[in-house]
């Protein structure tokens, strides 16, 4: 769990990176344009955090349903070899999903090379193109949407299975331990999916 929590920790800290130094340059000049190309940029690492964040956050489901439903099997199960591939497929997927969405959106005609916004997101730069954005925004939806709802899925299987181990542990002790241990998950889970 610690490495998955570290790597959650490392996509993190690098999405706020990208996000607030570009903003208090900008707000500390008195100014908000990004070129283009640092548009794109910013988009396609700010992309990258965000989807491997949600993918990490399924695999620590996972890491949650082996340590709970399979406790005896747990370390034969999530032995390093395993929790490396996890973290690398979770990394990967983000680099290639938003690799994918950087090409659909490079294919576009831009009438301007710079954008008035300290952070590039998707809207701002389909705003900025003179070309038809409609096939870009139905491919970009199916990314973002595969990018949250497979993860999300997972999560909420990988809780089912969790809660009815839980419901049947016959001591109460018991099932507070066992509640506790995802409970710090479900509260990240819950932060990330649910809206502002």
């Known amino acids: 769990m610690y490495v998955f929590l570290s ?44 989807v491997t964040e949600s993918f990490l956050l399924s695999a620590m489901s996972y890491d949650r349903f082996l340590a709970i439903c399979k406790p005896l099997h747990y370390t034969l199960i999530m032995d390093p070899r395993l929790c490396l591939c996890l973290i690398l497929v979770c990394w990967m997927l983000g680099f290639l999903i938003m690799t994918i969405a950087l090409c659909v959106v490079n294919t576009l005609y831009f009438c301007r090379e710079n954008i008035d916004h300290f952070y590039c997101d998707f809207i701002p730069i389909l705003k900025l193109a003179c070309s038809d954005t409609s096939m870009v925004e139905i491919v970009t ?56």
Do not use: D, W
Not at 27 to 46: D, E, P, R
Not at 142 to 169: D, E, H, K, N, Q
């Open 7 to 50: 790597n959650l920790s490392l996509s993190e800290v690098l999405l706020t990176t990208n996000i607030v130094p570009p903003m208090l340059h900008i707000l500390l000049s008195n100014g908000a344009i990004i070129s283009l190309v640092g548009c794109f940029v910013q988009f396609f690492l700010f992309g990258v955090f965000v």
């Open 141 to 196: 939806c199916f990314l973002s949407s595969s990018a949250t709802m497979f993860p999300f899925l997972v999560i909420i299987v990988t809780y089912g299975f969790i809660i009815r181990a839980i419901a049947g542990i016959s001591s109460s002790t018991g099932k507070e331990k066992a509640f506790s241990t995802c409970s710090s998950h479900l509260g990240v889970v819950f932060t990330y999916f649910t809206p502002p």
